[in-house]
């Protein structure tokens, strides 16, 4: 009874799986790996009163973000994390006739969040093994297609792929639809890649960020939209009205006071990435793609063999199964000094391994 009153387009529709955590040393989802500072934790839990609901516009979180880029309030929404925000983009622009233009191997909420808003997908695969956009295949989609929005993600998850703001910008010109910037992994890239100084020349510009990757808050689910005022409006209408919890708005205003902290360990980050890239591409039998995210994408002869062997030396790592255009290939996000170190030699012992097999 049940199965017959579920919609088709969830009946269809295959959850997405971030991956099991299996404990040891956690390589497998791009967080940040160091701990937060002594006493922030107590810090933004004084005062917090949880019996009361939270400012449901979260004023002093998007005021902060605005006084940090430059920007006004009213051109910032936040969001539960970047998943609540791609779903909230396509439940305001979306729906059946508005189609959605992705470019895989891409984000696997991006289709969810299509699947669940009832709107349409189409996809522009990326080429050179996943390093470009095929921007004449995106435009020509766009002329043919109903395409409300392209999310272009920006390093790209998975291939860490950065593309040049000139190509997005011809997207903003040319393809007639709403574009939206995923810049989850930004701040490793730089801000010089960053399409945030864009925001006052398109009115079809959505830059879409997130504080669980360098700023160490996965676990609060905290993620923003910048974009002009009257888009931003226009998402607000759809936005549920208590979105972002007090704790995180609070957790939000502390991180930010210690920016300068954090940028630290970003570029501690980017180092011990320069190192995985450079060490996984020492060793035989490994394709491994470049990379501006703090994460390698690499691919053994045996992906599945790889990770299980990994795991056996205490390491997870995230198994990406027949990615479009580049098949098996397993993940390896950046971790402390000692981490890099422990995983490349772990990595080195597998590689020989195969070779005397």
């Known amino acids: 009874m049940l199965t017959e009153r579920l919609r088709p387009n969830i009946r269809a529709l295959t959850p997405y ?21 002594e006493g922030l934790a107590a810090e933004i839990a004084a005062g917090l009163e949880p019996n009361r609901y939270p400012d449901g516009a979260a004023t002093a979180l998007r005021e902060a973000l605005a006084a940090r880029f430059g920007l006004r309030r009213e051109e910032i929404i936040a969001g539960n994390g970047s998943d609540e925000l ?31 808003t009832d709107t349409p997908l189409l996809e522009a695969p990326l080429a050179a093994e996943g390093q470009a956009l095929d921007l004449d295949k995106m435009l020509a989609l766009c002329r043919e297609n109903p395409i409300a929005v392209i999310i272009v993600c920006n390093p ?25 910037v995923d810049e989850a992994y930004g701040e490793f890239a730089g801000a010089e890649a960053s399409m945030l100084p864009f925001i006052h020349e398109y ?22 939209i910048c974009g002009p005022a ?3 409006a226009m998402l607000d ?28 360990q970003v570029a501690v980050l980017r180092a011990e990435t320069e190192r995985l890239y450079l060490g996984l ?24 063999g790889w990770c299980e062997a990994l795991g056996a030396r205490g390491f997870t790592v995230r198994l990406l199964e027949r990615l479009p255009g580049l098949g098996s290939c397993l993940r390896v996000s950046a971790g402390t000094p000692e981490e890099t170190g422990s995983f490349l030699r772990a990595a080195a012992s597998i590689a020989q391994g195969e070779g005397g097999s």
């Not at 998975?158 to 010109?173: D, K, M, N, S, W």
């Not at 020492?282 to 990379?291: E, F, I, M």
Request: hydrophobic share 45%.
């Open 86 to 116: 791609i779903t909230l983009v396509l439940q305001t622009f979306g729906g059946p006739g508005r189609a959605l233009l992705i470019q895989p191997p891409a984000f696997g909420v991006y289709a969810i969040a299509a699947a669940v």
């Open 203 to 224: 009115q079809n510009l959505l830059i879409m960020k997130t504080f669980s990757k360098a700023f160490g808050m996965a676990a609060l689910r905290l993620g923003y």
């Open 230 to 232: 009257e888009a931003v």
């Open 281 to 304: 591409k020492a060793l035989p039998g490994l394709k491994v793609w470049p990379t501006r995210a703090n994460f390698v994408l690499f691919r053994p002869r045996d992906a599945a």
């Open 17 to 37: 799986s971030p991956g099991a955590a299996r404990g040891g040393i956690r390589l497998d989802a791009s967080e940040n790996p160091f701990p937060w500072p």
């Open 156 to 180: 790209n998850n998975p291939t860490g792929a950065l593309f040049p703001r000139e190509e997005i910008e011809r997207l903003l010109r040319e393809s007639g639809a709403l574009v939206v």
């Open 237 to 264: 209408r759809a936005r549920q009205t208590f979105n972002v919890n007090s704790f995180t708005q609070k957790a939000g205003l502390a991180v930010l006071r210690r920016a300068a902290a954090y940028e630290e």
